[in-house]
Nanobody, 127 residues
Framework: VQLVESGGGLVQPGGSLRVSCAAS????????IGWFRQAPGKEREGVAS????????YYSDSVKGRVTISRDNAKNTVYLQMNNLKPEDTAVYYC?????????????????????WGQGTQVTVSS
């Protein structure tokens, strides 16, 4: 059971980037998946999540309107498309999976709900 993030890198402010979360050992579609980020000296922050049942997506206020989470079941991969990136988006981005029963949407961006984590991918927004 493993999650592997990829696609991070250096991008200029206003640019776009798509990070990926590939799963092995299980089917992503069976679980809620979340994207989190952690900047140096800051707490981990929930950015986006997608549910396993109907694929509903939820976003933090800090990225709403700029970020889209999606799932490709054929590739067993979840993506985070980020547009109009800002320097404050600089962080290590992690994907995570929850094997717990469904919860209210208010909890989907809380890291305590997730029990399998990837190793992270660095996103740096700088000119």
């Amino acid at each position: 059971v493993q999650l592997v993030e990829s696609g991070g890198g250096l991008v200029q402010p206003g640019g776009s980037l798509r990070v990926s979360c590939a799963a092995s050992g299980f089917t992503l579609d069976d679980y809620a998946i979340g994207w989190f980020r952690q900047a140096p000296g800051k707490e981990r922050e929930g950015v986006a999540s997608i549910t396993n049942k109907d694929g509903s997506s939820y976003y933090s206020d800090s990225v709403k309107g700029r970020v889209t989470i999606s799932r490709d079941n054929a590739k067993n991969t979840v993506y985070l498309q980020m547009n109009n990136l800002k320097p404050e988006d600089t962080a290590v981005y992690y994907c995570a999976l929850s094997s717990l029963p469904p919860v209210s949407k208010d909890l989907l961006l809380h890291d305590a709900y997730y029990d399998v984590w990837g190793q992270g991918t660095q996103v740096t927004v700088s000119s």
